[in-house]
Each structure stands twice: as structure tokens, then as C-alpha cells.
């Protein structure tokens, strides 16, 4: 039983800095401390949020005061942080993704199932309108039973921040593949048992992406994905870090079962529905844009300039969806008014990491959520170099009802 989080915040980047206030002024949390390999950048968080410097991350393993981590360390370190973090008894709050092998991602599970402790993983698009809108239509029944979806994450390698460090410069893009997994997952409450990719090779000219180019030997700035799912279904996942689209976007752009549909591009959400008992073909078409859409969108949806700036990522930041509002409620006063981030998902996230370490209860994004959307996307790199082999998907199972 934890009463209070007494909780490490682990790398001291630009991420982890959206995130520091969020555990601080959660009603669940009494000690927030930072820590990083880079003191200054530590001394920085610790001046800018009133928090206290921990030396290491081997110091906060050892302290019996901490009782949680929050990994916010680079991605290929995430595995090994948890890991760490979990056998020294500390709960988990991790960034994605969950680890960069198929065996990290099992062992977390396995110390999860054995000692209990919360697990969660960080994923803003489980919280993205789009996302939350397919999990609720798929609930209710409009779409009818699963057939095909599609999901993706664009992210230009040249305004990605880790694209200019030397230890992460060409790194498969499918060692990321849990924005797109995530979202569609877990609309359909399916998971990924066999996966077939193919990708792009980079033709930039610089060695970034070539064997030599980097420590993964990874060619390839785009990846594209089929998934076999368990329901029968089949998804499209895109994990591109070389496409001109616009501002660095994760979307379903299409959610397809056998009574219905939803669509969306830039700015327009559509639920298409057939009525297939009616004697006379019946389509019913609903923009739903209004319902997805932050409300600061659908403030200046007659904008001449609209679509442009949706294109250029404004207004997808802090403010808040209508189909948001309802978990909105449930957020915790001291929130008004704090900084928020990626389609309104920050305050979401943390306040269901910090209730789930109190209350024992297992939540939504948990370790064996983390390794279906994880894992597919790791086998899916084998296959990419196998010129599109078919390969079978190892699985966690489903998270025990506790
Ligand atoms: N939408 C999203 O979900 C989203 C968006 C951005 C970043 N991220 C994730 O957040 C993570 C952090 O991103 P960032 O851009 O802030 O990264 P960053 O590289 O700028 O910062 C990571 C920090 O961790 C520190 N660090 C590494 N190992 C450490 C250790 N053992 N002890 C203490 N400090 C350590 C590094 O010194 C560095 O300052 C990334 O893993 C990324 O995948 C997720």
C-alpha cells in the first residue's frame, strides 16, 4: 500500500520538463526530486520548479524514501531504467517507449506480475481526441466488429530533437511504434499476433541512416506495417521520420468496421454509417470535427487560414477536445490553470499514474498494454530487414483484473 508519491523524476530534458509541475501539484504526491547525468540541467529543473536535486539514479534505487521513478531518459534507455527501477521495489512512470527489445519488455511484465508494483506507460495518444473518439464509437457499437485501421507518426528527422544526438541519429523509426499502436489498440481491444513491414531507405546522402551511420545499422527512414490482429482485423501502422507532411503529427487516419467508419485528415473528423438492414442503401455521414477538434480549433474554424495552421500543428497543445471534458471532470483542482501538452494528454496521464499507485488498482496503461503496442513494432524491424517477412508476434497476455 503507497500512501503518498515520493517520486525521482530521471532525465532532465525538454520533455520531463512538461511533466515536473504535473507531479508536484498532484493531491497524491508529497516529495518530487529531479535528477540528471548533466548537473546543470538538474540544478535548472530544481531552480525553475522549487524541487530538490537527487545525485544519481542509483542514489534514488537505494533510497527507502523514494517509492517511484519516472523514466524521462532517452528512448533506447528506457528498458533498463524500468528494470532497474522495478527490481529496487519502485513504481514506474515511463515515456515512451516502454524498451528497444522484445526480452526488456518481458522482463518488465514478468516484474510487474510478481511484485505488484504500478507500471505506466506514458502515452500521450491514448489520450488524443481522435483516439478517445475511436475507443468510444468502437464501444457503442457504430462501427460493428473490426475490420481494418490505420494510424501513423510522422516526425520530420529534421526538427526532432534527438535527430542532432549522435547516440540516437538513425535509429529505426519502429523502435517508436507506440503513437500509432497505442491508439489503435486500444479502440479495438485486439492485439498484434503476426507483422509484415517494408520501409524506405534514406537517400539524403549524409550517414545518418546507414549501417555504418549509427549503432543499430538501421538503412531506413520510413517504416510502413501490416499487423494480423487476435480479433481477425489487420492495421496499418507508419512510423516516418522522413516525409514532407506537415508539423509533427500521430493520427488514425482511418478506423473501418463492418457497419462503419471514421476518417479524418487535417482537420476533418467524419463517422460514416450504413445502415445494411434498410431495403434501400441508407449512408449517414456525420462530421464529427466539432465533438474531436480542441476547442481552440473549433474557435477559429472559419478562419481563411484554418486549414493551414491545423497543418502547421496550432492549437494542439493545451486546450481541450468536447469529447475531453468528461475525463476533464475527474482532474484534480490543483490542475486548473498548469501547463498541459500534446492534444491536452499531460494532466490525463499523470493524474492516472498517480491515483493507480494509490489505489493498487491497474490502469489503462499498463506493462502488458505497453508490451502489445511495443512489441510488434520491434519484431516489425527484423521483418523490415527480411524485405518484408512474415513473422509471429510473442505476447504478454491481458493485464490480470486485480
Ligand atoms: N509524445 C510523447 O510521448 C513524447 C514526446 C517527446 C519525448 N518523449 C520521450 O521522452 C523522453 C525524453 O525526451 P527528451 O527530448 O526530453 O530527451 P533528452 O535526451 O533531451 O533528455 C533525456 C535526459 O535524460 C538524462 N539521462 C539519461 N540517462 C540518465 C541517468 N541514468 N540518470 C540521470 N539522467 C539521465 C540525459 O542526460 C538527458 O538530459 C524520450 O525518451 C522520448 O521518447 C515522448
Not at 105 to 131: D, H, N
Amino acid at each position: 500500500m503507497t500512501d503518498k508519491l515520493r517520486i525521482a523524476v530521471i532525465g532532465c530534458g525538454p520533455f520531463a520538463k512538461r511533466f515536473v509541475n504535473l507531479f508536484k501539484y498532484h493531491p497524491n504526491t508529497e516529495k518530487v526530486y529531479v535528477c540528471d547525468l548533466i548537473d546543470e540541467k538538474a540544478k535548472k529543473f530544481s531552480e525553475m520548479f522549487g524541487v530538490d536535486i537527487i545525485e544519481s539514479f542509483e542514489e534514488a534505487l537505494e533510497r527507502e524514501d523514494i517509492n517511484c521513478i519516472a523514466n524521462f531518459t532517452q528512448r533506447h534507455l528506457h528498458g533498463d531504467i524500468s528494470i532497474r527501477a522495478l527490481e529496487a521495489g519502485k513504481h514506474v512512470y515511463s515515456a515512451v517507449p516502454m524498451a528497444s527489445t522484445v526480452e526488456e519488455c518481458q522482463r518488465i511484465v514478468e516484474l510487474v506480475k510478481k511484485t505488484g508494483l504500478t507500471y505506466f506507460i506514458g502515452e500521450t495518444c491514448y489520450y488524443f481526441p481522435c483516439a478517445m473518439y475511436c475507443r468510444e464509437a468502437f464501444a457503442e457499437g457504430k462501427f460493428g466488429d473490426f475490420s481494418y485501421g490505420a494510424a501513423q507518426y510522422y516526425h520530420h528527422i529534421n526538427d526532432i530533437s534527438y535527430g542532432k544526438r549522435e547516440a540516437e541519429r538513425g535509429m529505426p523509426p519502429l523502435f517508436y511504434p507506440t503513437h500509432s499502436t497505442a491508439m489503435l489498440l486500444a479502440a479495438t481491444g485486439s492485439y498484434a499476433t503476426e507483422v509484415v513491414c517494408f520501409g524506405r531507405k534514406d537517400t539524403a546522402g549524409d550517414k545518418c541512416f546507414t549501417p555504418e551511420g549509427n549503432e543499430w545499422g538501421n538503412e531506413y527512414i520510413n517504416q510502413y506495417v501490416m499487423m494480423k490482429l487476435a480479433n481477425g482485423g489487420t492495421i496499418r501502422v507508419t512510423e516516418a521520420r522522413g516525409l514532407g507532411f506537415g508539423s509533427p503529427s500521430s493520427s488514425i487516419s482511418g478506423f473501418y468496421g463492418t457497419k462503419g467508419s471514421y476518417e479524418y485528415s487535417v482537420a476533418q473528423h467524419l463517422l460514416i454509417e450504413k445502415d445494411l438492414t434498410a431495403e434501400k442503401e441508407t449512408i449517414y455521414t456525420t462530421n464529427v470535427s466539432d465533438y474531436v477538434n480542441s476547442a481552440e480549433m473549433v474557435a477559429h474554424k472559419n478562419d481563411p487560414d484554418f486549414i493551414a495552421n491545423v497543418a502547421a500543428g496550432k492549437w494542439k497543445n493545451d486546450s481541450f477536445a468536447a469529447i475531453q471534458e468528461r475525463e476533464r471532470a475527474r482532474l484534480p483542482k490543483s490542475y486548473e490553470g498548469l501547463e498541459n501538452g500534446h492534444m491536452a494528454s499531460h494532466q490525463f496521464l499523470i493524474d492516472d499514474f498517480c491515483k493507480a499507485v494509490v489505489s493498487g488498482e491497474i490502469p489503462a496503461l499498463n506493462a502488458w498494454f505497453a508490451a502489445r503496442c511495443n512489441i510488434p513494432g520491434l519484431v516489425a524491424i527484423e521483418s523490415c530487414k527480411m524485405g518484408g517477412a512474415v513473422l509471429p508476434v510473442p505476447d504478454c497476455g491481458d493485464a490480470p483484473v486485480r
